[in-house]
T-cell receptor, first 115, second 110 residues
Framework: DTGVSQDPRHKITKRGQNVTFRCDPI?????LYWYRQTLGQGPEFLTY????????KSRLLSDRFSAERPKGSFSTLEIQRTEQGDSAMYLC?????????????FGDGTRLSIL | GDSVTQMEGPVTLSEEAFLTINCTYT??????LFWYVQYPGEGLQLLLK?????DKGSNKGFEATYRKETTSFHLEKGSVQVSDSAVYFC?????????FGTGTSLTVIP
């Protein structure tokens, strides 16, 4: 169990640029989740996958946000045309596929700063 | 919609004091409830969970009981230690939705 891995740890970019983050879940975990966390707030759920299927995406913040998990292993979160308000910590988590009562294991996050 | 409301911090306690962090929830179904903890410089990790009414989750001396009648899941510890200093998050999962509280920062002083 090597834990959930996120890359990069930090991303600084100019407003209007596209950014992509990667998440590698714990190998035996079928479920993968993306959250956004701003300073002083709890994680805000964005989307999740069961294997390669994206089961919930209604809470993605806008159509500039998209996520993929093409082979049911790693996942990417892309933000297009970034805005100042996108500055936040983006967290990935994974869990076993035994229903919503399974604990999620979190990565250390990718901190995004928009100049 | 579903939500979690958590006691605001920060909370500062002396070592060996009793801790309570309040958490209440709103849910239309039968959610599972969790407490996660984030120690300084680390990622979130599960502290304890309860999946149905009247369940008590416990870990590392912390306890929380799933109270459906009061829609609460308060976190308690009888005697806190300096090493318990962290941010604590109450969380709810129901179907395909997941909600976290805003977090409560706890500092325990010797």
């Amino acid at each position: 169990d090597t834990g959930v891995s996120q890359d990069p740890r930090h991303k600084i970019t100019k407003r209007g640029q596209n950014v992509t983050f990667r998440c590698d879940p714990i190998s035996e975990h079928n479920r993968l989740y993306w959250y956004r966390q701003t300073l002083g707030q709890g994680p805000e759920f964005l989307t999740y996958f069961q294997n390669e299927a994206q089961l919930e995406k209604s809470r993605l913040l806008s159509d500039r946000f998209s996520a993929e998990r093409p082979k049911g292993s790693f996942s990417t979160l892309e933000i297009q045309r970034t805005e100042q308000g996108d500055s936040a910590m983006y967290l990935c988590a994974s869990s076993q596929d035994r229903g919503s009562n399974q604990p999620q294991h979190f990565g250390d996050g990718t901190r995004l700063s928009i100049l | 919609g579903d939500s979690v409301t958590q006691m605001e911090g920060p909370v500062t306690l002396s070592e060996e004091a009793f801790l309570t962090i309040n958490c209440t929830y709103t849910a239309t179904g039968y959610p599972s409830l969790f407490w996660y903890v984030q120690y300084p410089g680390e990622g979130l990790q599960l502290l304890l969970k309860a999946t149905k009414a009247d369940d008590k989750g416990s870990n590392k001396g912390f306890e929380a009981t799933y109270r459906k009648e009061t829609t609460s899941f308060h976190l308690e510890k009888g005697s806190v230690q300096v090493s318990d200093s962290a941010v604590y998050f109450c969380a709810l999962s129901a179907g395909n939705q997941f909600y976290f509280g805003t977090g409560t920062s706890l500092t325990v002083i010797p």
